[in-house]
């Protein structure tokens, strides 16, 4: 079979200012440089684990704990609730508040850590930001986002950076300390087999993800945020729906003795995630979850044809679990008893590191993905 075509531009999601070639290949030089630290905590009893390098959050062991690591940050969308906010005078942010925690939690989760501690980064350009009802809902999500993880809110860091960040502006971020349960596997994709069930996990929309995409089309819209969709709903309010927490999910799937072999949270990079284990594998995808509406609109919008959407945006599917053959209809049963929509997508082949997405035709090759 001939190789795939690049993703269009390199990453469709470049004429929004984030040019994930570019980033990713700087991470790559950071995580180089980090990888020669690996040893420095070893006379306090520490030992990192190099295989969760790469991974959405870090593992270390410690006291005969196995602790993962992980910060993460919001990206662009608390911009879109302040223009929602100027626009309709709602006031969105207990959703923004939730998605910070969600962000970082359903990525601790990955590595089979659920979280117990998260912290919070709240980085202003002007204290008036904290005037007016904004601060208390984004303090009220964020609690709630960690009580749905299963976490306490340790605390954290609200700097006012006036000419980094804009006046009327705030960049969040969030970090977490999770722990892999006693008698449970790490998940760093080494369990990962051919044979394997695909289960996908459904979003509610636009997630942490691609919201400086969603900015542009909505500033080329006449009615901006306030465009209606087929539905009816303002498009603002679709692309401020709160992502879900997926750690329950998790966490169930654990206790409930699943043969969880790895996971992938479906953020960045679209649907290339779902080979983020470097292992030469193939994911061939039969059945890809409903795309929510304000996603289909945002693609269209773009001018994406399929291969870029999928590529870029989660489409439908948040978050990602692989188990062994046979179990991916319980875990679904798992998942939707915890009210997630979730089917089992497809399955994990032998072959060369890809992502085959069948019901679309659509293929991504090992290039396409280089996060180590």
Request: glycine share 14%; proline share 5%; charged share 20%.
């Amino acid at each position: 079979m001939s190789a795939p075509p690049p993703v269009a531009g390199g990453d469709p999601y470049r004429s929004a200012g984030v040019d994930y070639e570019t980033l990713d290949a700087a991470k790559r030089v950071a995580l180089a440089a980090a990888a020669a630290t690996s040893a420095v905590p070893a006379g306090r009893g520490a030992r990192l684990e190099d295989a969760s390098r790469g991974e959405p959050a870090t593992l270390v062991e410690v006291g005969g704990l196995r602790l993962g690591f992980v910060l993460e940050c919001l990206g662009t969308k608390s911009m879109l609730a302040r223009a929602y906010e100027e626009a309709t005078g709602e006031d969105r942010f207990a959703a923004i508040g939730y998605d910070t925690v969600a962000a970082v939690v359903n990525d601790c989760c990955c590595i089979g850590a659920l979280p117990v501690v998260v912290n919070a980064y709240f980085a202003t350009g002007s204290a008036g930001w904290f005037t007016g009802t904004r601060h208390a809902s984004l303090v009220e999500g964020f609690r709630k986002g960690c009580v749905d993880a299963g976490a306490a809110w340790g605390g954290g860091e609200s700097p006012t950076l006036s000419g980094l960040v804009a006046d009327d502006g705030i960049d969040l971020a969030g970090s977490a300390i999770g722990v892999v349960p006693d008698g449970q596997p790490a998940l760093l994709g080494e369990a990962l087999a051919a044979g394997d069930e695909l289960v996908l996990l459904a979003s509610t929309g636009l997630h942490a993800n691609g919201a400086s995409l969603a900015r542009k089309v909505a500033a080329g819209l006449p009615d901006g945020l306030g465009h209606r969709l087929g539905s009816g709903e303002a498009l603002g309010e679709a692309l401020l729906r709160p992502s879900p927490c997926y750690v329950g999910v998790v966490e169930a799937l654990q206790q409930s003795g699943a043969s969880l072999h790895y996971a992938s949270h479906v953020t960045g990079h679209g649907l290339r995630k779902l080979m983020r284990a470097q292992r030469a594998l193939t994911y061939v995808v039969g059945e890809l979850p409903p795309v929510p509406e304000v996603l289909g609109f945002l693609a269209d919008a773009a001018g994406l044809d399929a291969r870029a959407a999928y590529a870029t945006f989660n489409m439908g599917a948040g978050f990602a679990l692989f188990v062994a053959a046979g179990e991916g209809a319980a875990a679904v049963e798992v998942a939707r008893r915890l009210g997630h929509r979730a089917l089992v997508a497809g399955t994990v082949e032998a072959g060369a590191r890809r992502v085959v997405l069948e019901p679309i035709g659509v293929e991504y090759g090992s290039g396409e993905l280089e996060l180590r």
